[in-house]
């Protein structure tokens, strides 16, 4: 599975941004698909984790400001951002992992072992 992001950039504080991803060499019928973020000097953590049945799973520093979205059977994978705050900036990661029958599964952020390869994010202060 390759992952490739597009998108991002600079953007003032109250301002939205999209991040696309476009997911090949997808072998089975659905994936777990998920964004992860990583600000410097900090850990990476996950912004929204997102089922093979479209259901989403989000950090709760993005709820109601981020949306994420899955299209063309999940070959392509997007991030709405909006109000974006200067703590958002960061380097944005796709992910995707192959699901299991357990129903979570997707919504483990250990789970996710295939990533692109980042994008920036910046929102100055």
């Known amino acids: 599975v390759q992952l490739a992001e597009s998108g991002g950039g600079s953007v003032q504080s109250g301002g939205s941004l999209r991040l696309s991803c476009a997911a090949s060499g997808l072998t089975y019928s659905s994936y777990c698909m998920a964004w992860f973020r990583q600000a410097p000097g900090k850990k990476r953590e996950e912004v929204a984790l997102i089922n093979a049945d479209g259901r989403v799973s989000y950090a709760d520093s993005v709820k109601g400001r981020f949306t994420a979205s899955q299209a063309n059977r999940q070959s392509m994978v997007s991030l709405q951002m909006d109000s974006l705050k200067p703590e958002d900036t960061a380097t944005y990661y796709c992910?995707?992992?192959?699901?299991?029958?357990?129903?979570?599964?997707?919504?483990?952020?250990?789970?996710?072992?295939?990533w692109g390869a980042g994008l920036q994010v910046t929102v100055p202060t």
């Open positions: 992910a995707a992992a192959e699901p299991t029958n357990f129903g979570g599964f997707c919504f483990q952020p250990g789970v996710y072992h295939y």
